[in-house]
């Protein structure tokens, strides 16, 4: 923000970060502006028993090992599911090279939350309000027509997070810690 001797100082901050970048646009906020304060990275899995535990797992914990502070959160209508998802993240962590980061970050912030509707779902994600959500069921429109609050939206088991951080999604600046109730 400052420059240096060979490079000119900035007026805006922008982009997403680690912790460290995000106490940088803290610090400099008022000085200069900037686009937004990033949290951890989040995710949220909506998911039937159209899929199976493994994948759900291995989507979860490939966003947890983001940082040991990073949100997972699966929201299910099958008892099932839930069931196998938490045995999947169990069999995982003893062979990820990551365990480490995602399991702590899955004791502290991991969660399962069963709902007996759709329509429950839909308000369970929206109160969530979380970074990225992918859809993984048998009608991911009925999502896509019915949610509000989310950064990205990812539709269908093949549309993972991952590739949208990587490949197929647009910038990565997106609203963490409910932020998407208010910035859309």
């Given at each position: 923000a400052y420059g240096t001797e060979t490079i000119a100082p900035v007026d805006i901050l922008a982009g997403p970060g680690n912790a460290y970048v995000a106490e940088a646009k803290r610090l400099l906020f008022?000085?200069?502006?900037?686009?937004?304060f990033a949290g951890p990275t989040e995710t949220l899995v909506i998911a039937d028993d159209?899929?199976?535990?493994?994948?759900?797992?291995t989507d979860l914990l490939g966003q947890a090992e983001h940082g040991v502070n990073s949100p997972a959160v699966l929201i299910t209508n099958s008892e099932k599911l839930a069931r196998d998802t938490l045995d999947e993240?169990?069999?995982l962590l003893k062979i990820l090279p990551t365990a480490a980061?995602?399991?702590?970050?899955?004791?502290?912030?991991?969660e399962i939350i069963l709902c007996d509707t759709l329509d429950e779902m839909v308000a369970e994600a929206d109160?969530?309000?979380?970074?990225?959500?992918q859809v993984m069921t048998r009608d991911p429109d009925y999502f896509l027509e019915r949610m509000k609050n989310y950064g990205a939206l990812f539709l269908g088991a093949r549309t993972n997070v991952s590739f949208g951080d990587k490949v197929i999604g647009t910038n990565h600046t997106l609203p963490t810690n409910k932020a998407a109730r208010y910035t859309g």
């Open positions: 008022g000085e200069v502006g900037i686009d937004l159209s899929v199976d535990g493994e994948i759900v797992a993240i169990e069999r980061v995602a399991g702590k970050a899955w004791e502290d912030y991991g109160r969530i309000a979380s970074e990225h959500v």
